[in-house]
């Protein structure tokens, strides 16, 4: 093993030290920030709806998604919708048609959310999912990403990810075509509650 | 206040009338303008190849050469730039040392030093202006499209007191015309298509001239105008600046 | 092409269809332009950029200590640490990580010190199928043919031959080049692949001292598909990747997407802290030439990079030669800071394959004076002796005329030896200016002619 020829390389050619900038919460933006991450959601792809309640969700969802086999959700209160997600081999998620989450928070400059892996369910569901839907409450949008690290900043997760929009690619001839190799499609539903 | 009129090496031998717009110009202004009668180079050429080593004499003739004045001007951003950056000597260090800060190029000497609020010129014509990038990126003569920053641009502040003179807008403002010094012998495929794609955008824009306060950009764009035949022409602000009263 | 290769002479090459080189320049162009306009919406972006350098320069000047320290808490979180000196001890813990779990089939999203390593190769002769799983990465690897791009491997093919690809090897339809249905056929094919295979690669954009983790960005979701769906899963990075703690991220993720594609942040961002239950997950930590380079006082804050690409869809020479005729792994004005430190004789000619514009140092958004390290690589790799003897002998003799005032100024327009010496106009019957441009008329006499006779003469 190479560990201790490459650490005393470092060691030895390393700078002197600098400093870390003092502060990396220098900036805070003043915006409506539901409507800029309406705007930037739009922006980039995804889907943006608001919602009163669940059940109002529910009602959106079956319209939306007429043809969908399979259900899954992470989220109880969504388990007549679809079925309640369970431990065991991600394999099984393959022809997984709707995927509903819970995130965390939303954050407008970016149109991204935060979600970590037990409201996932499954690391592997929102991505192997053909349609993703989050629920997001609306005292939840911070404007920028530092107010976003300041949240998540001493959390612990084994696995955690931004989610901004569906999955895309513009490889060919940088052309944008939604639905790369995960959801081809994003719902963000903004909820006043709860449940 | 003495100043020293630098006259790069390729301006002196191919384009003299841009030395002599200069040097009128910045007489016209009442300015005590000496021209050091051994200048030779600045050394850029050596020193942009990987020969910075080769070029001590260069610098120790042109630290003798300007010693004694207040301010050095140079109708080049690109040679001025290199002063400020590379000049040293091991004869005169420090004379060295406060040459590299007393030396500027022309728009930047007359915006910024000379402060004038107005010229008297007429160039009743439309005119596309190419930002050099030693200039504008070196010397900071103008904003850079990267930036998130206000604009400025002494150039243009400049040319916007001429009479008659109309600057058109460019699709890509401050696009390098890939003349690069030796890089335009050395790359000549890519030098080219980036001159050719940098006077495409002038013609595009339905310049009658191109200007720019580096000649050597100048001279590149002249040379694939020319073998176009186009009837766009190419002169150096100092020209314009120092055009006669229509 | 000359059996060495040669940026000019590639770059040539490239440019002998000029409707494609304007294709390649226009289609990067608009990217830039993409850039510009989200980093131009962010008004403390210069801030930003400046916050993202000081972190990055914290963090080689304390790079041991934060390396430590971030093995420590990675071990702690269950996940495994290698460490690789070189491209070939890279290589070889992969194969050895996949022997142990008996596969012999991998996925892989983008990651750039792979290319760098040329694992494809190494594996695929030890009986191992690699399939890429970034589109475009898939699409240079089916073409046979290393990325041109370290964001948009493919951005040098266009649309049709890309569709020819996918008839070859995906069957598509003979001549069905939309994007969309290209797309969808690369989807179904990888989804298969994502579903079958046992281990999974990535890259690693961020690595975090302070809490052991690692963040991958990706658009497609490529790296979570495979990630999660494999048993194995192996993040290669580059030590340089480090960075202090997970609150940087704040800094770091504004600014990357913004600069490398224009969107505010990549779909994806995912946090990998913890393998999942069942699951392995391994760090192979590279050094290949990287702690030498942090030696390098003039260069080593090429070591910032976080790979953003921006300076290469800005550089106005990339974008008219092409990513190949750097000859590689990472390309345009950064590649051409970072190779000569791996091989300063195979990579000579990259330093000089620039104007110096500068405009890559300006949308780099950790600040790397990209453009001034060109040029001191320029003096580096000519005192080395890795220029050409014909080279230097024109420098030898352009310093002896321009050193002399006498010489310099010798009068007439025949006997004017300096026209000969003005550098670019260097006077020999295969004078590359003239082969596309006129040279400028010499006028009688010089200006110092003209001043003599008209001003009374400064003294020297
Ligand atoms: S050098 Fe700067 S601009 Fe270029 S890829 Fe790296 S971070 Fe991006």
């Given at each position: 093993m190479s560990r201790d020829s490459i650490l005393k390389a470092i060691k030895q050619n390393q700078p002197e030290l600098r400093p870390l900038p003092a502060d990396v919460d220098f900036y805070f933006e003043q915006t409506e920030a539901a409507e800029k991450f309406k705007q930037v959601l739009e922006f980039i792809g995804g889907r943006f709806v608001e919602a009163n309640n669940y059940a109002a969700v529910k009602a959106s969802l079956e319209n939306t998604f007429p043809q969908a086999q399979r259900w899954i959700t992470a989220i109880d209160e969504f388990s007549e919708l679809a079925t309640l997600i369970q431990p065991g081999d991600p394999h099984e998620l393959e022809n997984v048609d709707v995927a509903i989450i819970k995130a965390h928070f939303g954050v407008a400059e970016n149109g991204a959310v935060w979600v970590t892996e037990d409201l996932m369910g499954a690391r592997a569901l929102p991505f192997i999912t053909q349609h993703l839907v989050i629920l997001l409450n609306r005292n939840n949008i911070v404007p920028l990403m530092q107010q976003a690290y300041q949240l998540i900043a001493e959390k612990d997760y084994g696995y955690a990810a931004f989610i901004a929009g569906p999955s895309k690619t513009a490889d060919i001839e940088q052309s944008l075509v939604i639905g790369a190799h995960g959801p081809r499609s994003l719902t963000v539903f903004l909820l006043d509650s709860d449940n | 206040m003495k100043v020293g009129l630098f006259v790069p090496c390729y301006i002196n031998q191919f384009y003299p009338k841009v030395a002599i717009d200069t040097l009128e110009l910045l007489e016209k202004l009442g300015l005590e303008v000496g021209y050091p009668l051994n200048q030779t180079c600045c050394g850029q050429p050596m020193a942009n190849s990987g020969y910075e080593h080769l070029t001590g004499s260069t610098n120790e003739l042109f630290t003798q050469n300007f010693a004694g004045y207040d301010y050095i001007v140079s109708p080049s951003g690109s040679c001025t730039l290199h002063i400020k950056d590379h000049l040293h000597s091991d004869k005169a260090p420090a004379e060295a040392k406060s040459i590299r800060s007393r030396i500027y190029e022309l728009t930047e000497f007359l915006t910024d030093v000379i402060k004038v609020d107005s010229i008297k010129a007429s160039f009743p014509y439309r005119v596309g202006v190419h930002q050099s990038c030693h200039g504008q990126r070196g010397l900071k003569l103008a904003q850079m499209t990267e930036l998130t920053a206000p604009a400025f641009s002494k150039p243009e502040q400049l040319l916007n007191m001429v009479d008659g003179i109309e600057l058109i807008p460019l699709t890509r403002a401050d696009e390098c015309c890939g003349f690069g010094g030796t890089f335009c012998v050395a790359e000549e495929a890519v030098s080219v298509k980036m001159g050719k794609d940098r006077v495409a955008d002038h013609i595009k824009n339905n310049a009658e001239y191109i200007t720019a306060a580096d000649m050597s950009c100048l001279m590149h764009m002249e040379g694939i105008l020319k073998r176009q035949n186009s009837p766009v022409k190419v002169m150096h602000i100092a020209e314009i600046l120092n055009a006669a009263m229509v | 092409m000359s059996a060495v290769k040669d940026h000019a002479a590639l770059a040539q090459a490239f440019n002998k269809d000029e409707k494609r080189v304007d294709w390649h320049d226009e289609t990067l162009w608009f990217v830039r332009a993409k850039r510009d306009r989200a980093s131009h919406g962010i008004p403390d972006w210069e801030l930003l950029r400046e916050t993202a350098s000081q972190i990055k320069h914290n963090v080689l000047s304390n790079m041991h200590d934060y390396l430590v320290q971030f093995e420590g808490n990675a071990l702690a979180n269950g996940i495994k640490i290698h460490w690789a000196a070189d491209a070939a001890e890279h290589n070889a813990i992969v194969l050895s990580i996949l022997k142990e779990k008996g596969i012999d089939r991998m996925v892989k999203s983008k990651s750039m010190l792979t290319e760098e390593c040329h694992l494809n190769d190494f594996l695929q002769d030890n009986g191992v199928e690699v399939i890429d799983s970034d589109l475009g990465e898939r699409i240079v690897q089916l073409a046979k043919e290393p990325p041109s791009h370290i964001v948009l491997p493919c951005i040098h093919k266009k649309k049709e031959e890309i569709g020819d690809i996918f008839h070859e090897h995906l069957g598509t339809a003979a001549g069905e080049s939309d994007p969309q249905i290209l797309t969808e056929t690369a989807r179904q094919h990888l989804r298969e692949v994502f579903l079958t295979r046992r281990a999974a690669l990535t890259g690693v954009n961020f690595a975090?001292?302070?809490?052991?983790?690692?963040?991958?960005?990706?658009?497609?979701?490529?790296?979570?598909?495979?990630?999660?769906?494999?048993?194995?899963?192996?993040?290669?990075?580059?030590?340089?990747?480090?960075?202090?703690?997970?609150?940087?991220?704040?800094?770091?993720?504004?600014?990357?997407?913004?600069?490398?594609?224009?969107?505010?942040?990549?779909?994806?961002?995912?946090?990998?802290?913890?393998?999942?239950?069942?699951?392995?997950?391994?760090?192979?930590?590279?050094?290949?030439?990287?702690?030498?380079?942090?030696?390098?006082?003039?260069?080593?804050?090429?070591?910032?990079?976080?790979?953003?690409?921006?300076?290469?869809?800005?550089?106005?020479?990339?974008?008219?030669?092409?990513?190949?005729?750097?000859?590689?792994?990472?390309?345009?004005p950064i590649g051409s800071i970072l190779a000569p430190n791996l091989d300063m004789k195979k990579y000579a000619d990259l330093p000089f394959a620039s104007t110096l514009c500068g405009s890559c140092s300006n949308v780099c958004p950790v600040k790397i004076d990209i453009h001034d390290q060109l040029y001191k690589w320029r003096q580096v790799i000519v005192k080395n002796g890795y220029s050409t003897k014909t080279k230097t002998a024109m420098m030898k003799g352009m310093t002896l005329a321009l050193s002399s005032p006498a010489i310099f100024n010798i009068s007439g327009k025949a006997g004017r030896l300096a026209l000969k010496f003005i550098p670019f106009a260097v006077n020999n019957g295969l004078n590359p200016w003239y082969k596309q441009r006129d040279m400028p008329t010499p006028p009688e006499g010089s200006f110092t002619d003209w001043y003599k006779k008209n001003r009374k003469g400064e003294q020297p």
């Open positions: - | - | 975090i001292a302070e809490t052991g983790e690692f963040v991958v960005c990706t658009n497609e979701g490529n790296a979570d598909m495979g990630a999660h769906l494999a048993d194995v899963h192996i993040a290669s990075m580059g030590f340089e990747k480090l960075i202090p703690q997970r609150k940087h991220l704040s800094v770091f993720l504004r600014l990357l997407t913004r600069s490398a594609t224009g969107q505010p942040i990549t779909t994806y961002s995912s946090h990998f802290k913890k393998p999942r239950p069942g699951q392995q997950m391994h760090i192979i930590i590279v050094d290949n030439g990287r702690s030498i380079q942090l030696g390098r006082e003039d260069f080593r804050n090429s070591l910032k990079c976080i790979r953003c690409g921006a300076c290469m869809n800005t550089c106005p020479v990339y974008r008219r030669s092409g990513g190949h005729s750097y000859h590689t792994a990472v390309a345009g």
